[in-house]
Protein backbone atom coordinates (compact mmCIF):
# COMPACT_ATOMS: atom_id res chain seq x y z
CA UNK A 1 0.00 0.00 0.00
CA UNK A 2 1.35 3.72 -0.61
CA UNK A 3 2.13 6.46 1.65
CA UNK A 4 -0.68 8.23 -0.08
CA UNK A 5 -3.70 4.99 0.87
CA UNK A 6 -2.09 4.86 4.23
CA UNK A 7 -2.32 8.92 4.64
CA UNK A 8 -5.83 8.73 3.13
CA UNK A 9 -6.76 5.75 6.22
CA UNK A 10 -5.36 6.91 9.09
CA UNK A 11 -5.31 10.97 8.96
CA UNK A 12 -6.71 13.90 8.24
CA UNK A 13 -10.04 15.63 9.25
CA UNK A 14 -12.42 12.31 8.89
CA UNK A 15 -15.16 11.29 10.46
CA UNK A 16 -14.73 7.76 11.20
CA UNK A 17 -17.86 5.36 10.60
CA UNK A 18 -19.39 2.71 13.17
CA UNK A 19 -21.71 -0.44 11.69
CA UNK A 20 -24.96 2.05 12.64
CA UNK A 21 -23.45 5.05 10.76
CA UNK A 22 -22.74 2.33 7.80
CA UNK A 23 -26.16 1.59 7.50
CA UNK A 24 -27.57 5.13 7.74
CA UNK A 25 -25.31 6.31 5.03
CA UNK A 26 -26.22 3.25 2.71
CA UNK A 27 -30.24 4.04 3.07
CA UNK A 28 -29.27 7.67 2.61
CA UNK A 29 -28.01 6.37 -0.59
CA UNK A 30 -30.74 5.24 -2.13
CA UNK A 31 -29.75 1.68 -1.80
CA UNK A 32 -32.56 -0.05 -0.52
CA UNK A 33 -31.69 -3.57 0.47
CA UNK A 34 -33.27 -6.16 3.03
CA UNK A 35 -31.58 -8.46 4.77
CA UNK A 36 -31.75 -11.74 3.61
CA UNK A 37 -30.64 -15.01 5.82
CA UNK A 38 -28.70 -18.28 5.40
CA UNK A 39 -31.67 -20.18 3.16
CA UNK A 40 -32.38 -17.50 0.57
CA UNK A 41 -29.70 -16.78 -1.82
CA UNK A 42 -27.53 -19.42 -3.71
CA UNK A 43 -25.34 -19.53 -6.78
CA UNK A 44 -23.92 -16.09 -8.02
CA UNK A 45 -24.23 -13.58 -6.11
CA UNK A 46 -23.12 -10.48 -8.23
CA UNK A 47 -19.75 -8.98 -8.50
CA UNK A 48 -16.95 -7.71 -6.69
CA UNK A 49 -16.17 -3.95 -8.05
CA UNK A 50 -11.83 -4.34 -9.11
CA UNK A 51 -11.70 -0.85 -10.46
CA UNK A 52 -9.94 0.34 -13.70
CA UNK A 53 -10.95 2.70 -16.45
CA UNK A 54 -12.80 6.04 -15.10
CA UNK A 55 -16.09 4.79 -16.17
CA UNK A 56 -15.89 1.86 -14.51
CA UNK A 57 -18.19 1.88 -11.42
CA UNK A 58 -15.41 -0.17 -9.61
CA UNK A 59 -12.91 2.75 -9.80
CA UNK A 60 -15.55 4.72 -7.62
CA UNK A 61 -14.86 2.15 -4.70
CA UNK A 62 -11.72 2.90 -2.73
CA UNK A 63 -8.91 0.48 -3.28
CA UNK A 64 -8.79 -0.82 0.41
CA UNK A 65 -12.50 -1.95 -0.26
CA UNK A 66 -11.37 -3.69 -2.56
CA UNK A 67 -8.71 -5.27 -1.67
CA UNK A 68 -10.45 -6.55 1.40
CA UNK A 69 -13.56 -7.67 -1.31
CA UNK A 70 -11.05 -9.78 -3.16
CA UNK A 71 -10.25 -11.34 0.56
CA UNK A 72 -13.92 -12.62 0.75
CA UNK A 73 -14.04 -14.80 -2.66
CA UNK A 74 -10.91 -16.68 -1.29
CA UNK A 75 -11.58 -20.52 -0.51
CA UNK A 76 -9.99 -20.13 3.09
CA UNK A 77 -12.75 -19.75 5.98
CA UNK A 78 -9.98 -18.01 7.95
CA UNK A 79 -9.20 -15.38 4.90
CA UNK A 80 -12.88 -14.95 4.82
CA UNK A 81 -13.13 -14.25 8.87
CA UNK A 82 -10.15 -12.01 8.51
CA UNK A 83 -11.68 -9.77 5.36
CA UNK A 84 -15.13 -9.40 7.09
CA UNK A 85 -13.00 -7.81 10.34
CA UNK A 86 -11.04 -5.40 7.62
CA UNK A 87 -13.94 -4.82 6.54
CA UNK A 88 -15.46 -3.76 9.88
CA UNK A 89 -12.52 -2.05 10.61
CA UNK A 90 -12.76 0.15 7.40
CA UNK A 91 -16.09 0.97 7.89
CA UNK A 92 -14.92 2.75 11.14
CA UNK A 93 -11.59 4.23 10.07
CA UNK A 94 -12.70 5.46 6.63
CA UNK A 95 -14.28 8.89 5.03
CA UNK A 96 -18.15 8.78 4.99
CA UNK A 97 -17.84 8.84 0.66
CA UNK A 98 -15.83 5.74 0.83
CA UNK A 99 -17.63 3.88 2.92
CA UNK A 100 -20.68 4.93 0.84
CA UNK A 101 -18.80 3.92 -2.40
CA UNK A 102 -18.20 0.38 -0.77
CA UNK A 103 -21.44 -0.43 1.16
CA UNK A 104 -23.70 -1.34 -1.97
CA UNK A 105 -21.69 -4.58 -2.15
CA UNK A 106 -21.53 -5.34 1.42
CA UNK A 107 -25.15 -7.23 0.94
CA UNK A 108 -23.42 -9.73 -1.54
CA UNK A 109 -20.82 -10.37 0.85
CA UNK A 110 -22.58 -11.04 3.54
CA UNK A 111 -24.67 -13.38 1.97
CA UNK A 112 -21.82 -15.85 0.67
CA UNK A 113 -20.65 -15.24 4.67
CA UNK A 114 -23.50 -16.33 5.83
CA UNK A 115 -24.10 -19.42 3.83
CA UNK A 116 -20.78 -20.24 3.87
CA UNK A 117 -21.07 -20.54 7.78
CA UNK A 118 -24.38 -22.26 7.43
CA UNK A 119 -23.03 -24.87 5.36
CA UNK A 120 -19.21 -25.15 7.22
CA UNK A 121 -21.18 -25.92 10.52
CA UNK A 122 -23.87 -28.27 9.50
CA UNK A 123 -22.81 -29.84 6.04
CA UNK A 124 -19.65 -30.30 5.68
CA UNK A 125 -17.22 -33.04 7.95
CA UNK A 126 -13.42 -33.57 8.93
CA UNK A 127 -13.62 -35.76 5.43
CA UNK A 128 -15.47 -33.86 3.25
CA UNK A 129 -13.33 -30.76 3.84
CA UNK A 130 -9.86 -32.79 2.93
CA UNK A 131 -8.73 -35.32 0.96
CA UNK A 132 -8.79 -38.34 3.26
CA UNK A 133 -6.88 -40.78 1.07
CA UNK A 134 -3.81 -38.21 0.67
CA UNK A 135 -4.06 -35.91 3.81
CA UNK A 136 -2.93 -37.13 7.01
CA UNK A 137 -5.21 -37.84 9.54
CA UNK A 138 -4.04 -35.32 11.94
CA UNK A 139 -3.97 -32.31 9.12
CA UNK A 140 -7.72 -33.40 8.40
CA UNK A 141 -9.08 -33.00 11.64
CA UNK A 142 -6.90 -30.05 12.25
CA UNK A 143 -8.51 -28.43 9.51
CA UNK A 144 -11.66 -29.24 10.54
CA UNK A 145 -11.56 -28.04 13.96
CA UNK A 146 -10.18 -24.52 12.31
CA UNK A 147 -12.80 -24.06 10.04
CA UNK A 148 -15.34 -24.85 12.58
CA UNK A 149 -14.12 -22.64 15.22
CA UNK A 150 -13.57 -19.75 12.80
CA UNK A 151 -17.06 -19.86 11.14
CA UNK A 152 -18.77 -20.06 14.12
CA UNK A 153 -16.44 -16.74 15.71
CA UNK A 154 -17.72 -15.30 11.87
CA UNK A 155 -21.02 -15.77 12.83
CA UNK A 156 -20.31 -14.10 16.31
CA UNK A 157 -18.95 -11.07 14.39
CA UNK A 158 -21.67 -10.79 12.07
CA UNK A 159 -24.11 -10.40 15.33
CA UNK A 160 -22.07 -8.21 16.93
CA UNK A 161 -21.46 -5.88 13.80
CA UNK A 162 -24.71 -5.42 12.61
CA UNK A 163 -26.96 -2.14 13.31
CA UNK A 164 -29.25 -3.11 15.81
CA UNK A 165 -31.82 -2.61 13.64
CA UNK A 166 -30.85 -5.09 11.41
CA UNK A 167 -30.14 -7.59 13.98
CA UNK A 168 -34.21 -8.08 14.48
CA UNK A 169 -34.41 -8.79 11.29
CA UNK A 170 -32.27 -12.33 11.08
CA UNK A 171 -33.56 -14.34 13.83
CA UNK A 172 -35.71 -16.52 11.37
CA UNK A 173 -32.75 -16.58 9.52
CA UNK A 174 -31.07 -18.52 12.48
CA UNK A 175 -33.90 -20.76 13.12
CA UNK A 176 -32.32 -23.58 10.89
CA UNK A 177 -28.71 -23.39 12.26
CA UNK A 178 -29.86 -23.28 16.02
CA UNK A 179 -32.82 -25.96 15.30
CA UNK A 180 -30.36 -28.36 14.02
CA UNK A 181 -28.51 -31.02 16.99
CA UNK A 182 -25.04 -30.41 15.21
CA UNK A 183 -25.44 -27.34 16.23
CA UNK A 184 -25.58 -27.74 20.21
CA UNK A 185 -23.11 -30.64 19.92
CA UNK A 186 -20.04 -28.45 18.45
CA UNK A 187 -20.78 -27.66 22.76
CA UNK A 188 -19.77 -30.84 23.67
CA UNK A 189 -16.48 -31.18 20.96
CA UNK A 190 -13.80 -32.76 21.98
CA UNK A 191 -11.54 -29.57 20.90
CA UNK A 192 -11.27 -26.63 22.91
CA UNK A 193 -11.19 -24.35 20.27
CA UNK A 194 -14.87 -25.11 19.15
CA UNK A 195 -16.20 -25.24 23.04
CA UNK A 196 -14.94 -21.80 23.05
CA UNK A 197 -15.96 -20.65 19.85
CA UNK A 198 -19.31 -21.51 20.64
CA UNK A 199 -19.71 -20.33 24.29
CA UNK A 200 -18.59 -16.96 22.68
CA UNK A 201 -21.22 -17.01 20.29
CA UNK A 202 -24.22 -18.04 22.54
CA UNK A 203 -22.97 -15.01 24.84
CA UNK A 204 -23.67 -12.63 21.61
CA UNK A 205 -26.86 -13.85 20.82
CA UNK A 206 -27.97 -13.31 24.50
CA UNK A 207 -26.67 -9.84 24.26
CA UNK A 208 -28.09 -8.82 21.08
CA UNK A 209 -30.91 -11.16 20.28
CA UNK A 210 -32.23 -12.18 23.30
CA UNK A 211 -35.61 -13.12 22.03
CA UNK A 212 -34.11 -15.65 19.87
CA UNK A 213 -31.97 -17.20 22.73
CA UNK A 214 -34.84 -17.58 24.51
CA UNK A 215 -36.74 -19.30 21.50
CA UNK A 216 -34.38 -21.88 21.91
CA UNK A 217 -33.82 -22.05 25.97
CA UNK A 218 -34.70 -25.75 25.69
CA UNK A 219 -31.29 -26.43 24.23
CA UNK A 220 -29.43 -23.75 24.96
CA UNK A 221 -29.99 -24.19 28.90
CA UNK A 222 -28.75 -27.48 29.57
CA UNK A 223 -25.74 -27.23 27.13
CA UNK A 224 -24.55 -23.92 29.09
CA UNK A 225 -26.10 -24.86 32.94
CA UNK A 226 -24.86 -28.21 32.66
CA UNK A 227 -21.30 -27.08 31.94
CA UNK A 228 -20.15 -25.03 34.90
CA UNK A 229 -17.41 -27.64 35.90
CA UNK A 230 -15.37 -26.44 32.43
CA UNK A 231 -11.13 -26.79 33.30
CA UNK A 232 -10.06 -26.27 30.06
CA UNK A 233 -7.73 -23.23 30.23
CA UNK A 234 -9.33 -20.81 27.45
CA UNK A 235 -12.95 -22.12 27.99
CA UNK A 236 -13.56 -21.53 31.25
CA UNK A 237 -14.00 -17.91 30.84
CA UNK A 238 -16.25 -17.57 27.72
CA UNK A 239 -18.08 -20.67 29.27
CA UNK A 240 -18.58 -19.14 32.21
CA UNK A 241 -19.75 -15.70 30.48
CA UNK A 242 -22.71 -17.48 28.86
CA UNK A 243 -23.66 -18.79 31.81
CA UNK A 244 -24.22 -15.10 33.54
CA UNK A 245 -25.48 -14.75 30.05
CA UNK A 246 -28.15 -17.12 30.03
CA UNK A 247 -29.91 -16.65 33.82
CA UNK A 248 -29.82 -13.11 32.60
CA UNK A 249 -32.08 -13.44 29.67
CA UNK A 250 -33.64 -16.69 30.13
CA UNK A 251 -36.12 -15.71 32.94
CA UNK A 252 -37.11 -19.55 32.88
CA UNK A 253 -33.49 -20.83 32.27
CA UNK A 254 -33.93 -23.35 35.61
CA UNK A 255 -36.97 -24.86 34.55
CA UNK A 256 -34.78 -26.05 31.40
CA UNK A 257 -32.34 -28.06 33.55
CA UNK A 258 -32.84 -30.85 36.49
CA UNK A 259 -30.85 -28.41 38.75
CA UNK A 260 -30.27 -30.82 41.34
CA UNK A 261 -28.95 -33.84 38.86
CA UNK A 262 -27.63 -31.60 36.22
CA UNK A 263 -26.08 -28.22 37.80
CA UNK A 264 -25.38 -28.29 41.41
CA UNK A 265 -23.21 -31.07 41.33
CA UNK A 266 -20.47 -29.54 39.29
CA UNK A 267 -20.68 -26.17 40.70
CA UNK A 268 -19.57 -28.01 44.08
CA UNK A 269 -17.24 -29.25 41.74
CA UNK A 270 -16.26 -26.00 40.42
CA UNK A 271 -15.52 -24.54 43.74
CA UNK A 272 -13.94 -27.80 45.25
CA UNK A 273 -10.92 -27.97 42.76
CA UNK A 274 -10.36 -23.83 42.27
CA UNK A 275 -12.41 -24.03 38.91
CA UNK A 276 -10.04 -26.78 37.75
CA UNK A 277 -6.83 -23.78 37.92
CA UNK A 278 -9.09 -21.46 36.02
CA UNK A 279 -10.29 -19.07 39.66
CA UNK A 280 -8.97 -16.01 38.45
CA UNK A 281 -11.29 -16.59 35.10
CA UNK A 282 -14.00 -18.14 36.85
CA UNK A 283 -14.42 -17.28 40.62
CA UNK A 284 -15.20 -13.31 39.64
CA UNK A 285 -18.60 -14.39 37.91
CA UNK A 286 -19.47 -16.68 41.22
CA UNK A 287 -21.31 -13.98 42.81
CA UNK A 288 -23.42 -12.26 39.98
CA UNK A 289 -24.04 -16.80 39.65
CA UNK A 290 -25.35 -16.80 42.88
CA UNK A 291 -27.16 -13.70 43.28
CA UNK A 292 -29.25 -14.67 40.09
CA UNK A 293 -30.30 -18.24 41.70
CA UNK A 294 -34.13 -18.48 42.56
CA UNK A 295 -35.39 -19.98 45.84
CA UNK A 296 -36.53 -23.08 44.51
CA UNK A 297 -32.72 -23.62 43.87
CA UNK A 298 -31.61 -22.60 47.11
CA UNK A 299 -34.41 -24.79 48.52
CA UNK A 300 -34.89 -24.00 52.31
CA UNK A 301 -32.90 -23.39 55.13
CA UNK A 302 -29.40 -22.77 54.95
CA UNK A 303 -28.35 -26.15 53.20
CA UNK A 304 -26.98 -24.50 50.00
CA UNK A 305 -25.08 -21.88 51.74
CA UNK A 306 -23.29 -24.44 54.01
CA UNK A 307 -22.63 -26.98 51.26
CA UNK A 308 -21.23 -23.90 48.95
CA UNK A 309 -18.88 -22.82 51.76
CA UNK A 310 -17.58 -26.51 52.47
CA UNK A 311 -17.23 -27.17 48.62
CA UNK A 312 -14.61 -24.02 48.40
CA UNK A 313 -13.23 -25.12 52.72
CA UNK A 314 -12.41 -27.86 50.48
CA UNK A 315 -10.08 -26.31 48.11
Excluded at 182 to 204: E, P
Excluded at 223 to 241: F, H, I, Q, R, Y
Aim: hydrophobic share 45%; aromatic share 8%.
Amino acid sequence: MSNKQKAHRTKGNVRPSSSGRAAELLSAGGATVGFVGFQALSGDLGYVPTGGAAEDVGSTVDSDFRMVMRKTAKRDVTTKIKALQEFAELCREKSEEDVKGALPFWPRIYNKLAMLISDNLLQQTAATMSDVKTTPKEEVEAKYVRVVSASILGLRMLLLDLPAAEREKIGDSLTPLLADTKFWAFGKHKNAAVRAAIYALLSMLCEVLPSVARAHAAKLCPLVLGSLDESEPGVSAPCWDAVLHVVDVVQDCWSQVNVRKAVLPKLWTVLRSGAGGNAADVFPSLLPFLSRLPPEVLGEGLWFYEKWFDSMVEW
